[in-house]
């Protein structure tokens, strides 16, 4: 298929990358041009606009955040004002359920199909192809945009008609790992301060009940106490249960600890803690317990 | 070896009779005479009393809660009372860090040894002999125990010197799991009140970042809504959360997610769901959100 | 002085009357013409557009919320787009901290001055021109409306230069009464549960410590667990609690009571509160106690 | 009317001096002795023990907790074994639910009577007889008790025949109090991150809306950031936090904002805080948001 690309970041990267390897003809745009290289000698096109990115059947975008795909999808010469009738915009940024929705009736005003495809993994699985996407759109648009969400994933999970819901989907997927992280923080803030050694802990912890790579991934860097450099920054974590909560707002769902995990975010930010790891937020049970830092 | 086993329950019907097929000389009592039937068919030797259960090298106990451990341990005739000099209580009952504590004093006043052996797997892995046992306890009386040990686990995991640390470990467990259903029941709530497909979701979920055995069987009973018959009743998951928090107390450890948890199980119990497994406070978060009882 | 008076509510009426009274010249204007009427019998000028009720010295706004205000302010034929260089917008609505900063620069922007001018009391003390005022903008232009603010309060607290620190103070008042309904609503689940009579409690109460009208008013209410009429309708509460926990998260400050009475709010309207009055809030307690509706 | 006082503190002092005001015969005992000689001067008899202390119609106790109460009342020579039959055990202390309701078995049995009589107020209007007097009990024991409490308190409330439902409702007394400090703790670390004067702040609140006595206090300590020396002590508040929700848990009531207290409290003593008033409480919220310790 012929496919644009937006936002070249450390996930687009490698799912652009596959994109190309599944013999699709890709063509790539970022706002910091130095990023497409490495496409190129991979045999990608580069678009000098938003515009030359949306000639093709698709446009795939990756973005960092509500504000970046606002101003590439609805912005003037932006997606919506480029995409043919009948093309499909298929947006893997993990944005608000309102603009989810928004997006959906922007394009669907257009002529044009809307698929949210959030996607479940790190930048070494989008490298891979080994990704999970969640779809939320039209059966027949996630059917036609298939060939190019099975070039970087292992499995699609096709959730709703509706977009919105595959953007709540994926919300509520980084709610249960920060869950996790909370859940993990308070036990070790416990069993530390009775004197057990935290390494030794999460080893039996996760060589028992807790096999899942969420809790030896975040369950060693919590016994470690070391927070940097950060894989998914707290800035990031923050917005996601922020867009969570707003959601649930919007719904009329009560999540009392969505409420924790903000407020330990927010306690995070006051002390400084915009640059670490997510993970961080699940320190200040044990800070909170009156361990000291190491 | 020559050993006593006193709580001839689900689970420690399953460990008797694995200590038999071990080659361990079995003597069980239970209070309820009945149960021990079918492990005198396995070879098992009964006793009359407590007394008669703790003539040989070791007793081991796995007992409801704080109250049976303490009557059977500490009242008269009991295993304080009748053990010998140097013979070795091992207690895999799921008790306070208090109880824990106290009996270990009360043992070693008697010249005896005390481990806490607390196990983690359902009654399915103790028949099986392939439980994950938690030791706190002297080296010493962990060696001398390891065989006993090994007959009904797959891994043994010494994690302290002293019996209330693996006491504590073993609830901070419980807690985790807790946690972990919590944070799936306000998931569901979530994105079912917004439409998605309940079952769908949970295989979504653990296909991909949520493998966990605890995440598969809670997500699906939550998906489910369905809560009967108890694997693990809702009055004993609250137990082992109130003691977590009893500790938390003395140790000073805030910990906001377990005194959510607590409130959960005391609004089920407000509303009749006594009877009911564990996993039935993952619910509440779907009713708070005004989706009806199925 | 000659102003204009935009916002004839229940409040806004009490407010206009008192400026009257006071000898000034107020030029009315109400999107429903209606409710002006009595006003005009007190000597009231009618304005036809918002530009009419801007041709004085100050223009005063008593509107429902940030939505009410940001299109009578800031749309076009607006107060800004209307008021004299030098002539102040006074800003007595309830709204976000976000707004009243950006109402802040469009009025500097345009030469013009701008107060948040909040206030506290019901309508009978709009009536009664006892209100409590604060205020949030330079000591010159609050100097300047003193005359005005004075026809309809009984005092006046100049809080800051900065016109969102006085809509916080605001904002944070009405937080600061909804927790006391949650305190009295967890305390009266308890004493009711155990057979302690519900009315003579909040007598006790409003007797000995809890004198202040707040608790009388809504103890009250909560006893005789009655919610119709509103007083001061639940998502108005709710909008005030949201919009606190908003400037919260900007400022990094962690509110986990300001979380726990949302988290109230939304599931009273997942239950069809909208309705009631926000003290409703305080019945939810009793509800999760297994205590049954009247 | 005849009657021995145990519990010669800061609060029991005052108390048994309106005794002797009023005319009774009073008989004073302490395990300090040093504390009853200003009584002796004001005409009271010295007990030796505390069976002396229990020869006439009534003896009062005024402890610190439950612990004090138990070996008081219950040990041997204590009350229950000293008490002539029909003579009145009065309780000022205030103790949890269940031993409340413990002492009226044992008193019942012994053909003793026992009423519960926590009061309000501090050890300045103990020493004025200006307390509030909350009593559970028989009314033919509250009846003849009468002229004794009418001795120190300006009000008796009857609030029911359970002993154990007036230590409840003191128990939630305080709670509330510790929700007021919570709820203003919050709201000052908002006003203050935005830049708004603590004190301004506390002036303007109370001279509004919150008006009791309880705002004017707490509000006061919480500006100053100033928690010593301790008029009622951090570790008593927790205790008393602490069996509310033991009493209600065994009720099945769950009390979020409870639990929260109970947080706040582990946290302060977890940093030191034992030494702190209670209010100690309200400036956690000003630390969570990265505003340091003046």
Known sequence: MNVGFIGIGRMGAGMAANLLKAGHRVTVYNRTPGKTRSLITQGAYVARNIGEACQGDAVHTMLADDEAVESIALGSGGIVA??????????????SVALSHHLANAHADAGQQFIAAPVFGRP???????????????????????????????????????????????????????????SLGEALALIAKAGVDRHQYIDLLTSTLFSASVYKTYGNLLADRKFEPAGFAAPLGHKDIHLALAAA???????????????????????????????????????????TAT
């Open 249 to 291: 707002e919007q719904l009329r769902v009560p999540l009392p600890l969505a409420s924790l995990l903000r407020d330990r975010f927010l306690t995070l930010f006051a002390h400084g803690g915009e640059r670490l790891d997510w993970s961080a937020i699940g320190e200040l049970a044990t800070l909170d317990a009156g361990i």
């Open 82 to 95: 480029s995409l043919a009738a009948g093309a499909i915009h298929i947006s893997s940024s993990t944005i």
């Open 124 to 182: 070494d699985a989008a490298a891979a192809g080994t990704l999970f996407v969640v779809t939320g759109g039209r059966t027949m648009a996630v059917e036609k945009a298939r060939p190019l969400l099975e070039a970087f994933s292992q499995q699609i999970f096709p959730i709703s008609d509706l977009p919105e819901a595959a953007s709540l989907v994926k919300l509520s997927g980084n709610f249960l790992i920060a869950s996790a992280i909370e």
